[in-house]
């Protein structure tokens, strides 16, 4: 259901039916919207909405929404609006302000939640019930941060960077080479923004299962191992790499870049031949996201992912533009902590996998 849909079905309950007093935003496992559920229950509260967030994108949009109106930030599950007032968890104080507010609402009539307005607005939070507060950032945050530096410390985003700056400098000037360098950045940057956001909608469009989203933690950790055995046994079976078969291919096509606008267009292409190495904790925080996050936010936390991601290539462009390192040192350093490199992803890979495994388990996700 899209957003104008909800907005006419809203309309239609408060202007046709009987106004709907008591809203709820649950998710689904969490211990404490289900103790809020028997609460009403057993008040018979016959006016109560429910929106479940953890699996349904509509419905974390739609709580985005009246966390706007009520001028509040999203804090966690369960979330209820009655009146005026934000509830944000569960324990015996909350039941007991949430009683005093049903029946002030029973003796006076309340505002209907759905037509309630950045008017003053007073919240009650519970302290008691810390995990189910802030479920959205408390494993969100770090989830993107340490993917995005995994990807930034990739060895095959290195050396593909280090192969056009070589190329560029190799015609004596720095400034061309500065630009090239720069725009090359500024491609992979746009280029895995725009995928991002295809891949992000194709999953929410579809909706992620709590299985699917499980499967994502997972995948987290098996990519962390084969990291790890990049780092015991480099060169077996396999590498996190680039395939070698297309390398040729890829060094041919850098190295016929002379200029920023032709570096800027190689790093669409280029996008696509890092993939294979970096795509792997980028589907897993965009899993994360689909499942956490409402559409405005999955997108500044792409756009943070990214900037981190390119961070390293930036560096390595100035350094190289102002005389700090050169091409060839750059290089013999890539492969010298090649394989230090490989073990730092396969440490944080897994240790985000099990980190989303805890999350599911205690229900912090």
């Not at 007073?122 to 990807?151: F, K, M, R």
């Not at 499980?214 to 395939?243: C, H, R, S, T």
């Not at 890092?274 to 936390?301: D, E, M, Q």
């Not at 073990?343 to 985000?352: C, E, N, P």
């Amino acid at each position: 259901m899209n957003r104008y849909s909800w907005m006419l079905v809203f309309v239609l309950c408060v202007f046709i039916t009987t106004a709907q007093d008591v809203v709820m935003f649950y998710g689904k496992g969490c211990p404490h919207c289900s103790a809020a559920s028997d609460f009403f229950d057993k008040a018979n509260v016959t006016n109560l909405v429910r929106f479940e967030v953890y699996f349904n994108q509509s419905n974390r949009e739609v709580f985005q929404d009246f966390a706007n109106r009520y001028q509040v930030g999203i804090q966690g599950v369960p979330t209820i609006f009655i009146g005026d007032q934000v509830f944000v968890g569960f324990s015996p104080r909350i039941a007991q302000n949430l009683e005093d507010k049903l029946e002030s609402c029973r003796n006076e009539s309340c505002v209907s939640p759905f037509t309630y307005v950045n008017g003053h607005t007073s919240a009650v939070v519970d302290d008691s019930s810390p995990s189910e507060i802030s479920t959205s950032h408390a494993l969100t945050i770090p989830a993107v941060l340490s993917a995005a530096a995994i990807d930034a410390i990739n060895p095959c985003a290195f050396a593909v960077l280090i192969i056009l700056m070589a190329t560029v400098l190799a015609i004596q000037k720095r400034r061309r080479a500065l630009f090239a360098g720069l725009a090359f950045s500024a491609a992979v940057f746009i280029s895995y923004v725009l995928m991002g956001v295809g891949l992000y909608t194709a999953i929410t469009s579809a909706g992620i299962t709590h299985t699917l989203y499980i499967i994502l933690a997972i995948l987290a950790i098996l990519l962390g191992l084969f990291n790890l055995k990049d780092f015991l046994w480099y060169g077996k079976w396999f590498v996190m790499e680039v395939p070698r078969s297309w390398r040729p291919k890829l060094q041919s096509i850098i190295k016929s870049v002379t200029s920023a606008p032709g570096a800027f267009l190689i790093g669409f292409v280029v996008s696509l031949f890092l993939l294979p190495c970096t795509s792997g904790p980028y589907i897993v925080i965009l899993g994360l996201l689909a499942k956490t996050a409402t559409r405005n936010t999955a997108f500044a936390y792409l756009l943070l992912y990214n900037i981190i991601f390119v961070l390293p290539m930036i560096v390595i462009t100035l350094a190289m533009y102002w005389g700090l390192t050169t091409a060839e040192q750059a290089e013999q350093w890539r492969q010298k902590k090649l394989k230090i490199l490989h073990l730092i992803a396969g440490v944080l890979l897994i240790l985000l996998g099990v980190a989303m495994l805890f999350g599911v388990y205690f229900g912090y996700v």
